[in-house]
């Protein structure tokens, strides 16, 4: 599985950004997708999961109510759409697949990751 992580940029707070994660390869309908960010400083923190086959979701609380985790199934493409943004979302966000990643929320479940898009919120 290939991952290509886009959609970052500058954004003032309140603003909003839609990231995109668009996989080719193997059956990515049979994966797992996940974002996760890091800020400077910090570690990976998972952010949101979606789970293809059946569309359920995972949110890390902070984000539960801004930001949204959807798929595209013609497009083999998973989007984050991350509203009312604030400086402490600031970071680079990867996205990261697996079969079976369990917990979601513990990146080194997952096996094929893209490479980051940066995500600054200014205040």
């Known amino acids: 599985v290939q991952l290509q992580a886009s959609g970052g940029g500058l954004v003032q707070a309140g603003g909003s950004l839609r990231l995109s994660c668009a996989a080719s390869g193997r059956t990515i309908v049979n994966y797992a997708v996940g974002w996760f960010r890091q800020a400077p400083g910090k570690e990976r923190e998972f952010v949101a999961a979606i789970r293809w086959s059946s569309g359920r979701t995972y949110y890390l609380d902070f984000v539960k109510g801004r930001f949204t985790i959807s798929t595209d199934d013609a497009k083999h493409t998973v989007y984050l759409q991350m509203n009312s943004l604030k400086p402490e979302d600031t970071a680079v966000y990867y996205c990261?697949?697996?079969?079976?990643?369990?917990?979601?929320?513990?990146?080194?479940?997952?096996?094929?990751w893209g490479q980051g898009t940066l995500v600054t919120v200014s205040s």
């Open positions: 990261a697949a697996d079969r079976a990643p369990n917990p979601y929320s513990d990146f080194g479940q997952y096996y094929y």
